[in-house]
């Protein structure tokens, strides 16, 4: 192999090293700030449930628990997609 391409293998190789290392820091950055906003809301959500219930005392935890029920076995998400959904393209 000529000199001048050992050379540049030498040199590029640093650098690509540095630059897939900064995709991956910057992926995982973002997926630990998802995350993070993602455990917010799940804690708002369940301080409304608690203040709602608390609030009312009229069986709220019982009609959102079924809607819950009705709403995840509608779910393409968890049931995959169903037979009667229409296409999209």
Excluded: C
């Excluded at 050379?7 to 992926?27: C, D, K, Q, S």
């Excluded at 950055?29 to 995350?35: G, I, P, V, Y």
Aim: glycine fraction near 6%.
């Amino acid at each position: 192999m000529p000199e001048s391409f050992l050379v540049a293998v030498e040199i590029a190789t640093p650098i690509l090293t540095l630059a897939v290392g900064g995709g991956v820091g910057w992926i995982a950055r973002q997926q630990r700030k998802s995350h993070n906003r993602q455990e917010y809301t799940n804690a708002r959500i369940e301080a409304m449930d608690y203040a709602l219930e608390h609030a009312f005392k009229n069986g709220y935890r019982n009609r959102r628990d079924s809607k819950l029920e009705q709403l995840l076995s509608k779910s393409d998400f968890i049931n995959g997609p169903r037979a009667d959904a229409p296409e999209t393209n």
